[in-house]
C-alpha cells in the first residue's frame, strides 16, 4: 500500500476572468502571484497562487468545450476542485482503481506547472472533485 498523501498540493478555483478576480488574491489578500501558464490539452489558462504551504490554481476557460467552461455554465464561478499532492501517481492510481475507486483519467496526463496529474470521479468520493498531482 502507498504512503498517505501528506500535503494538498493546491485549491482549484474556476474563474470566467483571470484578469478580473486576481487583484482580490494579490491586491486585496496580498499573495504571491507565481505565474500564469496556457494549458492547451485543457483549454485553459492557468494562474498559480503561494498561500502559505499551499497553492491556489485559478482555472479560466479559453474555449466553450473547456471542462472548466462546462463547470461555469453548470454551477457559476468557485471551488472546482483539491489536489493531494503524491508521490509515484501511477502506482497511486492503480491502487485506487483496484479499490473500486473511479478516475476520470486511466493514466497520469500533464497537467499545469510542469505536474502529472488524474482525477478521481466525484461519483466515488462523495461528490468532491480530487485531483492527484505529482511534482517531477
Ligand atoms: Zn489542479
Known amino acids: 500500500m502507498n504512503e498517505a498523501p501528506h500535503k494538498v498540493d493546491h485549491i482549484g478555483i474556476a474563474v470566467k476572468s483571470l484578469e478580473e478576480h486576481l487583484p482580490f488574491y494579490t491586491q486585496v489578500l496580498g499573495l504571491k502571484h507565481l505565474g500564469t501558464e496556457h ?5 485553459v489558462n492557468v494562474a498559480f497562487l503561494q498561500i502559505g504551504e499551499t497553492k491556489l490554481e485559478l482555472l479560466e476557460p479559453t474555449r466553450s468545450e473547456s471542462a472548466i467552461a462546462a463547470f461555469i455554465d453548470k454551477k457559476g464561478e468557485g471551488v472546482h476542485h483539491v489536489a493531494i499532492g503524491v508521490t509515484d501517481i501511477s502506482s497511486r492510481l492503480q491502487e485506487l482503481k483496484e479499490n473500486g475507486i473511479r478516475t476520470l483519467q486511466d ?3 500533464p497537467g499545469a506547472g510542469g505536474a502529472e496529474v488524474a482525477f ?3 461519483k466515488s468520493t462523495g461528490r468532491v472533485l480530487y485531483e492527484l498531482c505529482e511534482k517531477k
Not at 494549458?39 to 483549454?43: A, F, I, R
Request: hydrophobic share 25%; proline share 18%; net charge negative.
Open 107 to 109: 493514466q497520469p496526463v
Open 39 to 43: 494549458v492547451e490539452s485543457q483549454h
Open 120 to 122: 478521481l470521479h466525484p
